[in-house]
């Protein structure tokens, strides 16, 4: 079969087995190109693709090959590359790509870059550890060289220096499925607007990945990774939902033993019911507006009410800690009642600190914390032993933030 012609069969293969791939592979034009080192490439615009390779292909790499360059598309890597040194940023990404892909349902092929260790991380994140395990062995390889020219001092040392930096860049090889070459020209193209590029490409992602979940296509592995690339094009409401259903679990309840068991004497309870404990924090210092509050509390309540059971600390911070109240099965309270009077509670205004309401929830047994914040502090804070979700307020920034999940609430998105 012709080059182009099993390129075709492959995209429209791919539309009816992975159609969230389908869909944004149909974005990308088909392009030959005899000057690839590898099957195929991507850009923004164009799937490049070399008939030299191709026709040794079959279908099931062929269709990895594609969605692996349709995955550097949407995650950005082309231009996300920043000062970062290529060789390695090609292979951090690839590895990125790959488990993805693999999660999704892919074949990868066998001599693809694949590592369990990196599992769920970002292409920035696997990069630095990239970074790290290239400084080590060069470390490594430095002080292996000085012990032997200490006990031999011979001239043949620098030979073996040279060669050995040759081994450590070796293996940071280049993935076999794409050609990242083309992207240089993406990164230095003045007159792309990078950021309108990403936008595009996000929107495309969220038409896709609703087109392919509505058909029940859509592979979980991906769910999570497309909630963080769309955000905050994705709903903020939908994405705080499942980050905190996802904690809530199985409670036993004691009043409502297990009917099965009980007819042979055994008094076990039934685990019918969900039990989520939530600490909910507003920072009442900066310049988030009262509408944003309203939102947000409304939302957490929807979310409280959606569960069996729950237990929730309500905290009020600005430099100290205003409020602390708690509500749930247990306290007999209200939770719209308790909400509204939250709500009135949180004047504030002073400077902001995160460490009262960390310390208040240390050892309190609270699962995840949710922080609606502008994220206008610096202070230091020790990752604690529950999740943090961070809700940043329009206008707000997360550059400070350096642990858990960050959403952005954004009035568009309502
Ligand atoms: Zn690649």
């Not at 890597?77 to 390695?88: G, P, V």
């Not at 990403?198 to 609703?210: D, G, M």
């Not at 989520?276 to 509408?291: F, K, N, P």
């Not at 509670?345 to 047994?365: H, I, N, Q």
Request: proline share 3%; aromatic share 8%.
């Amino acid at each position: 079969m012709k080059a182009k012609k099993k390129m075709e069969k492959a995209r429209v293969q791919l539309l009816l087995d992975n159609p969230f791939f389908g869909y944004l592979g149909s974005y990308l034009q088909l392009e030959e190109s005899d000057s690839l080192n590898n099957p195929i490439s991507t850009d923004h615009k164009k799937l490049y693709y070399n008939p030299d390779f191709i026709e040794g292909l079959n279908e099931t790499v062929l269709k990895t090959c594609i969605a692996h360059g349709i995955l550097h598309t949407v995650l950005g890597h082309q231009w996300r590359r920043e000062n970062r040194k290529t060789k390695t940023w090609n292979s951090a990404t690839d590895l990125a790509t790959n488990w993805l892909l693999k999660q999704s349902g892919f074949e990868i092929p066998p001599d693809s870059e694949l590592r369990p260790i990196f599992k769920d991380k970002s292409a920035e994140e696997i990069y630095s550890l990239l970074n790290l395990e290239e400084e080590r062995k060069k470390q490594k390889a430095a002080d292996k060289n000085s012990q032997k020219e200490g006990r031999e001092r011979k001239d043949e040392t620098g030979g073996e220096e040279s060669k050995s930096e040759k081994e450590n860049t070796g293996q940071l090889k280049q993935d076999s499925m794409d050609d990242h070459r083309i992207w240089e020209n993406v990164a230095v193209d003045q007159d792309l607007d990078q950021e309108e590029i990403a936008e595009e490409w996000k929107r495309r992602a969220a038409e896709s990945y609703a087109s392919a979940r509505g058909e029940g296509k859509m592979p979980e592995a991906l769910e999570r990774l497309v909630d963080e690339i769309l955000e905050p094009t994705l709903n903020w409401r939908r994405i705080l939902r499942r980050y905190i259903l996802q904690h809530a679990r199985e409670d036993y309840d004691w009043m409502r033993p297990d009917r099965r068991l009980l007819q042979y004497g055994v008094y076990y309870p039934s685990p019918h019911s969900e039990r989520l404990d939530l600490a909910v924090a507003v920072d009442t210092s900066g310049s988030i507006r009262d509408d944003d509050i309203e939102l947000f509390l409304s939302e957490v309540k929807g979310i409280l009410e959606s569960v069996d059971s729950y237990r929730a600390r309500l905290l009020a911070c600005d430099a100290k800690l205003h409020t602390d109240i708690s509500v749930g099965r247990d306290t007999g309270l209200d939770v719209e009642r308790t909400i509204d009077k939250f709500s009135e509670s949180l004047k504030g205004r002073g400077g902001t600190k995160y460490s009262p309401v960390f310390e208040a929830l240390d050892d309190e047994g609270v699962q995840i914390l949710v922080y609606l914040t502008d994220g206008r502090c610096s202070e230091e804070i020790e990752e604690p032993n529950f999740d943090v979700i961070w809700v940043i307020n329009e206008g707000g920034t997360k550059k400070h933030i350096e642990f858990g999940k960050i959403i952005k609430l954004e009035e568009k998105n309502f």
